[in-house]
C-alpha cells in the first residue's frame, strides 16, 4: 500500500481540565484500506474521533485531509468535507421509511415538493451496490439492527464516500450480521474508501482490518500491519504490562492464601442470555474472591447482572447454597443475601440527589420495606460507623451524594450494601476513576470481608487489581467464560490472563 | 440571615407577603379579621376558604410528580366525587341524616381512589406515560361526571353536607381545618415512615433505585391513589361548598393550578425531592393572587394576564440562574470573563 494517506493527523494533543486525553498521537488513514483503531477504555479511542469530526478543538497538532490542512467545526463540516461517522446506536429515526432514512435533510425535489419515486429509486439502488435488496418504503424498525446499521452507512457513504468511521458498529449484532457488515466493509474497501473501525472485539478486527494504531492512556503506542502483530502482543500493547507508578503505590502484592475449602454460596449452570453472555458454569464460595477479567464488552457486566437478578436469564440454573433459585429480580437476589454495585456509579448506583445517609440506608430500607422506618438512631449509628470505616469524606451525613467525588460515592455505595451484610458482595468496577489513596483502601476492604467469611465477585478492567486481590480468575472473551484459573498462592501471573483473553477458546 | 434568604421557600413566601400586602391600598381592611356569631371572617380567612381544594389537590400532586409522574386526571376526579355525593344525597329520604351523607362521602371517596388505582395501574404496571395516562381519565372522567349527573347541576339543601365546605368549627371553617388535618396526617405518614425517601428515590433515579431493590410499582400506584383521595376531598369541598355538583365547573383546570402550587414550592418536575409544605404554599399564593384580582379591581377580561405575569415574576424569582444574573451585575459591575474554559 504506498498510497499517500488521504487522511493524516499529526502530533495531536487534546487536554480537559485536569487531563489530557491525548498527548502527540499520530495517525494516517490510506483509502481502500481498514484501519483499526485499538486501546483499552479511556484510552482515547472516542476522543481522537471527535477530535477528527470537529466536535472537539485540539490545543495542538494537524489534521490534514488530501494534503490540506483542515479544522472542522463540526461533524457536518466534517461530512461536508467527506468524512462520516456512523456510531455504536444506530442514530437514525426507527419510525421513518428506508428511503427516506437515507435521504432526510437532503430529499430530491422539484419545485419544493420531494420526489418520493426518485428517492425510492436511488435508495434501492445505492443499497443494491451494497448487495441489499430491501423494501425501501418499509419502516426503518422493520429490520434488523444489523440492516439498520448497514442503511446508516448506506447513507452515509451516500452522502460522502471518501472517509468512513464506524464507531463499535458491531457491538449489538451477532455473527452472521456481522459477517454480513464485514462483507459491505470490504466491497466498500474495494471502492477504495478509507475506513476507520473501532471494536473491542479482536476476532473481529484481525478478520477485516488491514493495520491498526494502539493507544494507550492517551498516548500512541504504534502502529502495525495486523499481520504482523499476534493477538497477544496486541493485548500486551492495549493493557500495557509494566507496573505504572499509581500502582506501586498501592499495597504491597498479596499472596493470596487457599483456606480450608467452604461451601459453595452461588452456583449457576449453563446459565446465559442471549445477546449478553453465553451459557456459563461458574461456583462462588464462601470467604473467596472471584476475579473477572477480560476486556470491555468481554460479558464481564453482563455476568455479573445476571447474579443478581439486575438482567433475566433466558437458559441455565442457578442454586444457592445447593437450592434452586430463580432470582427474577434485584430484590429477590437480595433476600438470598446477594448484593451488587454497578460499574455505572453515578446512574445506576448513587442517588445523587439524597443524602449520604439516605443513600447508605436506601438498600436495608428497600428490603425492610415503607412500612418498617430504620429508626433515626439506628440510622445514625450505622452511617456514622460506615463514615469512619470507609473514610467518607466530607463525613456530613446531610450532605448530597452528588457533591462527592467520585471515590467517596463508591464508598458510599459499598457502605450502603454492607449494612445489610451480605454473604455475596459482587462489585463492578469499584476502583474506576477513583484517586490512589481511595482505591487501596477499597482493595483493602474486600480483602478484609472476603477474610471474614464474605463472598466476593471482582469485576475489573484493571488486570493487575484482579490478579492481586483473587482466589481465582475467571477469564471472559466475547460473551464467553473460556477459561477458570487458580490463583491461590499467586500462581497466576499478568501473562497467563493476557493469554487467556487474546486466545482463549471460544466454543 | 442568610440561611433564610437561602431557603427555597424564602421568595414563594415574599410573593405571597407583597400579595397580600398590596391588598391593603384598595381595600384597608384586607387584614382585619372579625368574630362574628363565632364564625372567624375577614379577607385572609377568604383566602385560605378558597385555597382549600387546591391546597388538597397539589398535596396530592406533589407525592404524583415527586415518582416522576404527573396526573392531569385530578379535576376529573373532583366532579365524579362531588357528582356521585350529591347523587346520592338526593336520593336519601331524610337529607338531613348525617348517617347518609357520611355514606355518601365514603362512596365518593371509594370511587375516587379507584380512580387512583385505575391511573396508578396504567402507569406502573402497564407502562403508559403518565402524562397520557392520566390525559385518559382526565377526559373520561369528566364524561362519566356528566352522565352521572345527566349533564344537570345537582342541587341538595343537605344541612350536614353543607358542612363540609361552608361549615365552621370552633370559629374556623370546618374546609381549612379538614385541609390542615390532611396535610397533617400525610405528613406525618409520608416523613414518619420510609415512604418519602423511597418516593424520592425512585423519582430522582428508578435504574439506581432498582438495583437497590425497591419495588416502584407498589410506590407508584399509592402515589396515584393519594393524590386521587385528595382529589376526591377536594371534590366534595368544592360541591360542598356551593351545595350542589356540576360537572362541569368543578376542578375544571385546578390541575394547571396544582401543577403550578407544586413547581411554586419547590418540587421539581422530573420528580425526586418533594416539599409537600411547599405545595401547600403554593395553593395558599395562588389562592391570594385570585382574590389579590378582585380586591384591586383587575378587569374581568385581562385577570388571566394578570396572573400569568405575577407567576413569570414569581418563577424568575425562584430561578437560581436569573437571581444569580442580576445580583452580580449589582455587586460586581463590568467583570470580563477570565480566559474560555473548554468544556
Partial sequence: MGDPPILQMTGIRKTFPGVVALDGVDFALRPGEVHALMGENGAGKSTLIKVLTGVYGIDAGDIRLNGTPVRFGGPLQAQQAGISTVYQEVNLCANLSVAENIFIGREPRRFGKIRWSEMRRRSAALLAGLDLHLDVAAPLSTYSLAIQQMVAIARAIDISAKVLILDEPTSSLDASEVERLFEVMRRLKRDGVAILFISHFLDQVYAVADRMTVLRNGTLIGEYATAELTQMQLVTKMIGKELTVLERLEEEPRTVTADAPREPIIETHELGRTGAIAPFDLTIRGGEIVGLAGLLGSGRTELARLLFGADRPDEGTIKIDGNPVALRTPRVAMNHGIAFSSENRRTEGVVGELSVRENIVLALQASRGWSRPIPRRKQDELVERYIKTLGIRPADPDVAVRNLSGGNQQKVLLARWLITEPRLLIVDEPTRGIDVGAKAEIQRLLVELADGGMAVLFVSAELEEVLRLSHKIEVLRERHLVEELDNTGGGVDADRVMQAIASGATP | ?343
Avoid at chain 2, 357528582?83 to 362512596?107: K, M, R
Avoid at chain 2, 347541576?153 to 365552621?168: C, H, K, L, Q
Avoid at chain 2, 362541569?248 to 418540587?267: H, M, P, Q, S, Y
Avoid at chain 2, 416539599?275 to 404554599?281: N, P, Q, T
Wanted: proline share 3%; charged share 10%; aromatic share 6%.
Fill in chain 2, 1 to 343: 440571615m442568610t440561611a433564610i434568604v437561602k431557603h427555597r421557600l424564602f421568595w414563594p413566601a415574599v410573593v405571597l407577603v407583597l400579595l397580600l400586602v398590596s391588598n391593603v391600598f384598595f381595600a384597608p381592611r384586607f387584614f382585619t379579621i372579625t368574630l362574628q356569631d363565632g364564625h372567624l371572617y375577614g379577607s385572609l380567612i377568604d383566602v385560605l376558604r378558597s385555597a382549600t381544594p387546591l391546597a388538597l389537590v397539589a398535596l396530592g400532586m406533589t407525592m404524583v410528580i415527586a415518582t416522576g409522574g404527573i396526573d392531569l386526571s385530578v379535576g376529573s376526579v373532583m366532579a365524579i366525587s362531588g357528582a356521585v355525593a350529591c347523587l346520592f344525597i338526593g336520593d336519601l329520604s331524610d337529607q338531613g341524616s348525617v348517617g347518609g351523607v357520611l355514606l355518601a362521602v365514603g362512596l365518593a371517596l371509594v370511587l375516587s381512589l379507584v380512580a387512583g388505582i385505575w391511573n396508578g395501574v396504567l402507569v406502573s404496571v402497564i407502562g403508559i406515560q403518565p402524562i397520557i395516562a392520566t390525559l385518559i381519565l382526565m377526559v373520561a372522567g369528566r364524561g362519566i361526571a356528566q352522565l352521572l349527573t345527566g349533564g344537570q347541576i345537582i342541587n341538595v339543601s343537605s344541612p350536614p353536607f353543607r358542612v363540609i365546605g361552608a361549615g365552621y368549627a370552633l370559629a374556623i371553617p370546618v374546609s381549612v381545618i379538614i385541609v390542615a388535618v390532611v396535610v397533617a396526617a400525610a405528613v406525618l405518614l409520608i416523613r414518619r415512615s420510609a415512604l418519602g425517601v423511597l418516593v424520592e428515590a425512585v423519582g430522582a433515579s428508578p435504574t439506581a433505585s432498582r438495583l437497590a431493590g425497591i419495588r416502584s410499582r407498589g410506590l407508584t400506584i399509592m402515589a396515584y391513589m393519594f393524590a386521587a383521595v385528595c382529589a376526591g376531598i377536594a371534590g366534595l369541598i368544592f360541591s360542598s361548598n356551593v351545595a350542589s355538583a356540576d360537572s362541569n365547573a368543578a376542578g375544571n383546570l385546578i390541575e394547571l393550578d396544582a401543577i403550578l402550587a407544586v413547581v411554586i414550592g419547590g418540587t421539581a418536575l422530573t420528580g425526586g425531592r418533594f416539599s409537600i409544605a411547599g405545595s401547600v404554599l403554593g395553593a395558599v399564593l395562588i389562592s391570594a393572587l385570585d382574590i389579590t384580582t378582585y380586591t384591586i379591581g383587575v378587569p374581568a377580561e385581562t385577570t388571566l394576564l394578570f396572573k400569568a405575569v405575577v407567576v413569570v415574576i414569581l418563577c424568575l424569582s425562584q430561578s437560581a440562574a436569573f437571581r444569580a444574573a442580576v445580583f452580580r451585575r449589582r455587586r460586581t459591575p463590568a467583570v470580563t470573563p477570565a480566559a474560555e474554559v473548554p468544556a
